[in-house]
């Protein structure tokens, strides 16, 4: 029989209430900040079969969108004797992960003594242990050089907790007392969703749950197909770069080639550049997310499971440094290069679909590690990411400060981080000038700026987008790129890699200042209405030169007044 | 005793109480809300009812103005004076985005950064002066403000929380210069960290505040051209309600001001027949305001967002609004799935079944072609005196009946059904969602719309007991006539519990009481007593979100507030230990710090209990039977009584399906259930 469309929809909304009960727990009880104030974490329900995703939270973080399937089913291929009670604990990228700091749980559920899902959650740990805090290291040249690597073990074991894995990690981490409290978060979320998905399969039935699961999937098969066919026909290339892979000044290229045809898309990156040196590469998974992303981010309205992602077929061969193999180190995959997966994406689609196009965004979480003794205090260690502009898009301009196109968190109060961490910031402004010129400007970018205060601190960098800026689109202007300077001793130092550095030694007194990038510019600067430029001088966004050079409006010197005689000379000549 | 006048003004409606204590004499009154000027729609309403202005003894109300302002960006105009370095803090927000997918979206803030300037000064976060103020350049910011035409500054500066020192010194040299500049200090709003919820906090009040002063000033001159002669009360979004005069200083505190007294009006009506766990959802045509009351208690929240990039971080009662009314827009989306709200059509056009050009189909549609609502019968007027069934039939075929494969009553009975659903998830999420079991409450069901679905959620939600009280198109309004008066505290300590100091602890809340104590003699409303409530946040070490914990009692010890804070953490994640070993042993080997120091000073007035005003009808249950119509139910056309309200005799049992009618709202009483009329005329159902 077929199922009707009301009990779909009410399973549907119990399902994901289920994965999002599950995010909101983790979120109120994690001690990581990066999870409980950065939202840096996801949670979902996965099949049975092969780990395929059936529903994951509407609040989850993004890059997690179809990484956590890889997760499950790594589960599903090497854990021998799953058993109920069980929790697992993974974090190896090359099992289905992200970054190392990504350390996700998987509970098998057993409904009526069978196992019939499992439920998986994943949160950002402020350090994993490795060459430098935080886990951003950026001269790593092995996988085993960025901290603690985790198949899928027994955290639980059939509802004990397993004391001797726990010990390892806690032996193997920076600050490991907090990270007791984000496993307890972990378990205790999937200990609800086990919970609830108990009583949904009591309420409704188990064969009329799976029934709705498998509609829902082809529903999302058919809506993102709609979706695509809305797309003209057509090879679409688009390529942009990453900076350097932090050991070898050397940018590394993603070539991307984007078919469509019918309600299908074919994404080929085999001509991108080789597996590299540095923590630059990406893991399969994760470059993945970025291209599912990026459709999510254009048709936000499909429902996320399996089945969305059927229409879209990939060719990302080992060949290329975005689907790299062990040992290579990756700590840059799912912060940096996952969103320059998007970004050309964007590009590409952009040239298809022009009423739905995005400038780059400012492609870069800047991820910045610290860590130090606090005198009289102990040792401490703080992550951060820092935002920049979006781009210009067909419907507005670039936000100001957005957080990446692969997450959801939010940057942490500089109160607690002054109250936590012996660091005084000497501002935190929007970088004027930094957002890509247009008929809708891109956002701005921030400084971000800050000084040690008492003992000697370590300082790591990962960031990106300092050779190559964000791009304009449809005649809009690229963006500034990134600049981070140090002041140590009183002596500027810039970084050899621009964005990238680790272990730099910061005394009293110096000085970090990180200048994100802005977003791209959409359209012509020159069809800019002038109010909108009179107004984006006086609040400071750029200065008068730049309103007359990039934007062809004059406003006068000494006045909020513009010259329209000689901005319409400058703007027609501009034209013909 | 005496004359006391609710007044609350909704999206669509003004609803007002007058309640003549002496006489016991209670009158209740609709009007529509008149968007451009509320007080008119609130004094249309007053005069609709016999009412001798000189006679009332107090007016309280309940409005939205001060949301309004926000969302229609249409407040005064302020400037704000930031630490050098950090005046961008506004705009910059947390590092964020409008909508998880989509990257399109910009972010105005309330003050733009022309009009946000710098100042010399820095202090730590021990609160040690780094860099001294440099006065000369407060008066300069002042200057170019002025010039600018702010009419209100706003200065924050950072890690004011925890040495207010410069701030209030900025303050004292601007108005030293400008004595009628109306300076809002951030410490003084919010003493507490996270500079960019302090300033977005600060900064709201400034720009509320001229549309919140002088629409009071309007209400007050209308009030007393008329006679009214005493001093007019606002609810606040706590619950409690503070004078005119103080509100033009503390606007802020008025955001949930109607919803507010909606729930304070469920709290005490639900006492009155025993109650006092409550899961209350008011729905009307737009919204579904959702709370937990917990023995006889509002929950508390600390804050929440106004619209994208505006928090506002006051206290109050804790609300979770979502688009579900009667008025929610049913439509298939893409995939083919069909989905109910958040997109309303309003009161204009309305639902098809108004007849004002209304083209989408909404719930309230749907519950007509059902039979639920009676076609000859609509809610103040709203339709003129009968609905467009015909308009509504065609619309609900054509949109949803005809792509499903449903016929008309189907494709109506699944609207509802969805729409029901979110109404269940919404209830879920303010009890499961914070660790309470729907089944330890009973549900409270108000406002237009609210009971037409009582019946549905109690067995959806497995809650034994549903409530209707006799008004329930009004309960907002009397929650104005009988709120009691609140002020609410809060100190930062930020310290781990272990190096507490007590004794300061003490202090703290003796200068919160007598502060409130003072706030609450200078009005002149008389006060049965006052009570105190005294609530710290907690946490475990490195943890962001606390746990607003009640404190003990009496005495305080690290120990006493350490257990309550361990009970409360259970309370709000119970399965810590369920079915899993040694995880509450690692918990209890983690530090816990405690956040802020909380306190609410509550003058509490004589209880006035609704029942005491509704007389019991002289008719029986037979007399109370008005008619029968068809309802459809599970496929098929059931015929059901129809029955008056005001007519139903106390003690009257009631089986479903039942119809029951009043001139604020309709009650479906679903098959599975019974209802007993209780004293007083609350309408208690059970799932049979």
Not at chain 1, 319 to 335: D, E, I, K, N
Not at chain 1, 484 to 499: A, I, M
Not at chain 2, 93 to 105: A, N, Q
Request: charged share 20%; with cysteine; net charge negative.
């Amino acid at each position: 029989m077929a199922l009707d469309p009301i009990t779909l929809a009410v399973i549907r909304g119990g399902l994901e209430q289920i994965a999002d009960e599950m995010d909101a727990t983790l979120e109120r009880m994690a001690f990581s900040p990066v999870i409980s104030d950065g939202f840096d974490r996801a949670s979902g329900i996965y099949h049975v079969r092969d780990g395929e995703v059936i529903m994951q939270g509407p609040r989850g973080l993004p890059n997690f969108i179809c990484v956590m399937e890889f997760t499950v089913r790594s589960v599903i291929e090497r854990v021998k004797d799953i058993a109920d009670g069980d929790v697992y604990i993974v974090n190896d990228p090359y099992l289905g992960g992200t970054h190392l700091m990504d350390v996700k749980m998987v509970r098998p559920f057993f409904y009526k003594g069978k196992l019939t899902a499992f439920l998986a959650n994943s949160g950002h740990w402020p350090d994993i242990g490795g060459r430098v805090p935080g886990g951003f290291s950026t001269r790593a040249t092995e996988i085993y050089q960025e901290g603690l690597r985790l198949p899928p073990v027994r955290i639980m074991d059939k509802g004990k907790l397993n004391q001797d894995v726990l010990d390892i990690i806690l032996h193997n981490v920076r600050v490991s007392a907090e990270r007791q409290g984000d496993i307890i978060a972990k378990i205790t979320a999937l200990n609800l969703g086990a919970d609830r998905l108990t009583k949904l399969l009591d309420r409704y039935g188990e064969a009329t749950v799976f029934e709705a699961v498998d509609e829902m999937k082809a529903r999302s098969e058919r809506l993102m197909r709609s979706h695509i066919e809305t797309i003209p026909d057509g090879t679409y290339e688009f390529t942009d770069y990453i900076d350097s892979d932090g050991v070898e000044w050397e940018p590394l290229e993603l070539k991307l080639k984007l078919t469509v045809s019918g309600s299908e898309v074919h994404v080929d990156f085999s001509e991108s550049s080789p597996p590299c040196r540095g923590p630059l590469n990406s893991v399969f998974s994760t470059t993945l997310a970025g291209v599912f992303i990026t459709f999510k981010h254009i048709f936000p309205d499909v429902p996320i499971n399996a089945g969305c992602f059927v229409p879209i077929k990939v060719n990302i061969p080992t060949t290329t440094f975005l689907h790299a193999q062990p040992p290579r180190p990756v700590a840059g995959c799912a912060a940096e290069v996952c969103q320059r997966v998007i970004d050309v994406m964007l590009g590409a689609l952009s040239q298809a679909i022009p009423d739905h196009a995005y400038a780059a965004p400012m492609g870069t979480v800047t991820n910045l590690s610290v860590g130090g003794e606090n005198p009289g205090k102990g040792y401490y260690v703080f992550y951060s990411f820092i935002g920049g502009g979006y781009g210009g898009n067909f419907l507005t301009d670039g936000l100001i400060n957005g957080n990446p196109t692969i997450a959801v968190a939010r940057t942490q109060a500089l109160e607690i981080f002054e109250f936590r961490y012996p660091v005084l910031f000497n501002r935190y402004t929007i970088r004027e000038g930094s957002g890509g010129a247009g008929k809708r400007r891109g956002g701005y970018g921030v400084i971000f700026e800050f000084q040690i205060r008492d003992g000697n601190a370590s300082a790591s960098l990962l960031g990106e987008r300092g050779r190559f800026a964000p791009f304009g689109i449809l005649g809009g202007q690229s963006a500034q790129s990134a600049e981070h300077v140090f002041t140590l001793r009183g002596e500027e130092y810039r970084p050899e890699h621009v964005t990238k550095d680790e272990n730099v030694h910061m005394e009293p007194g110096d000085v970090l200042s990180l200048r994100t990038p802005g977003g791209g510019g959409f359209g012509d600067p020159f069809e800019r209405p002038v109010e909108l430029v009179l107004q984006d001088v006086r609040r400071g966004y750029y200065d008068r030169a730049t309103a007359l050079r990039e934007y062809g409006v004059r406003i006068q010197p000494d006045a909020w007044v513009v010259d329209v005689d000689s901005t319409r000379m400058l703007r027609r000549r501009q034209r013909s | 005793m005496g004359t006391l006048v609710g007044v609350d003004v909704g999206g669509t409606f003004t609803d007002v109480v007058v309640l003549d204590e002496t006489r016991g004499n209670l009158q209740i009154g609709k009007v529509g809300t008149t968007p451009d000027d509320q007080s008119i729609g609130f004094i249309t309403a007053l005069d609709g009812l016999r009412v001798s202005y000189p006679d009332i003894d107090l007016v309280t109300h309940g409005t939205t103005v001060a949301t309004n302002a926000v969302l229609e960006r249409d407040g005064g105009r302020c400037g704000l004076i930031a630490t050098r370095g950090f005046r961008d803090i506004l705009e910059l927000r947390r590092r964020d985005r409008p909508h998880m997918y989509g990257l399109t979206g910009s972010f105005e803030p309330l003050i733009p950064r022309d009009r946000r300037l710098e100042v010399t000064e820095r202090i730590a976060a021990e609160g040690t002066v780094l860099t001294p103020l440099c006065e000369e350049e407060v008066l300069e910011a002042g200057r170019l403000l002025l010039a600018q035409w702010a009419e209100a500054i706003v200065v924050s500066f950072m890690n004011s929380y925890a040495n207010p020192a410069h701030e209030l010194r900025a303050k004292e040299i601007l108005q030293a210069e400008w004595p009628h500049l109306y300076v809002v200090t951030s410490s003084e709003t919010l003493p507490v960290f996270r500079e960019f919820e302090r300033t977005s906090t600060a900064v709201v009040n400034a720009y509320v505040q001229p549309n919140v002063g002088q629409y009071l000033e309007q209400l007050e001159e209308r009030l007393s051209e008329r006679g009214y002669g005493s001093d007019l009360f606002i609810m606040q979004s706590n619950g409690g309600m503070m004078s005119a005069a103080s509100v033009r200083n503390l606007p802020l505190n008025t955001v949930l001001s109607g919803p507010a007294a909606g729930v304070i009006a469920a709290t005490r009506i639900a006492a009155e027949s025993g109650f006092s766990n409550l899961i209350t959802y008011d729905m009307g045509g737009t919204s579904l305001d959702v709370s937990l009351v917990q023995e006889g208690k509002p929950l508390p929240s600390s804050g929440m967002d106004l619209e994208f990039g505006i928090p506002l971080m006051v206290s109050m009662i804790d609300i979770h609004t979502i688009g579900a009314g009667g008025g929610s827009i049913a439509r298939i989306d893409q995939g083919g799935l069909l989905q109910v709200g958040p997109q309303s059509a309003g009161a204009e056009p309305g639902p098809v079944c108004y007849g004002k050009n209304g083209a989408a189909p909404t719930l309230t549609d749907a519950n007509l072609i059902l039979g639920r609502i009676n076609s000859n019968y609509p809610i103040a007027g709203v339709a003129g005196d009968k609905f467009d069934v015909a308009g509504a039939r065609s619309v609900i075929t054509e949109t949803i009946g005809k792509p499903l494969g449903l016929s008309t009553e189907q494709a109506a009975q699944a609207i509802v059904t969805v729409a029901n659903n979110r109404i269940a998830g919404s209830l879920r999420r303010v009890s499961i969602d914070k660790g309470h079991d729907p089944r330890e409450f009973a549900l409270f069901s108000f406002g237009g719309s609210g009971p037409l679905h009582v019946g549905y959620l109690l067995r959806e939600l497995s809650i034994g007991q549903g409530i209707v009280p006799y008004y329930p198109g009004i309960a907002s309004a009397w929650g104005c006539v009988i709120a009691d008066r609140q002020h609410d505290f809060v100190t930062m300590q930020n310290c781990l519990l272990s190096e507490l100091d007590l004794a300061a602890v003490e202090q703290i809340f003796a200068d919160h009481l007598a502060v409130g104590e003072e706030m609450l003699a200078g009005e002149n409303v008389p006060l049965e007593r006052v009570t105190v409530v005294r609530e710290a946040d907690i946490s475990y070490e490195g943890q962001t979100h606390v746990i607003r914990t009640a404190l003990p009692a009496g005495r305080l010890s690290h120990e006493n507030i350490a257990a309550s804070f361990r009970s409360a953490y259970l309370q709000h994640y119970g399965r810590v230990e369920e079915g899993f070993s040694g995880l509450e042993e690692l918990l209890a080997q983690i530090p816990i710090r405690l956040l802020n120091l909380r306190t609410a000073v509550i003058g509490v007035r004589t209880d006035v209990r609704l029942k005491d005003f509704v007389r019991a009808p002289e008719t029986t249950l037979a007399e109370a039977r008005k008619e029968e119509r068809k309802v459809f139910v599970d496929d098929g056309f059931l015929t059901c009584p129809v029955f008056d309200r005001a007519k139903l005799p106390w003690d009257a049992v009631l089986s479903g399906p039942a119809l029951i009618e009043q001139p604020d709202t309709t009650i479906w009483l679903e098959p599975w259930c019974r209802a007993t009329v209780a004293e007083g005329g609350s309408l208690l159902v059970e799932v049979t």
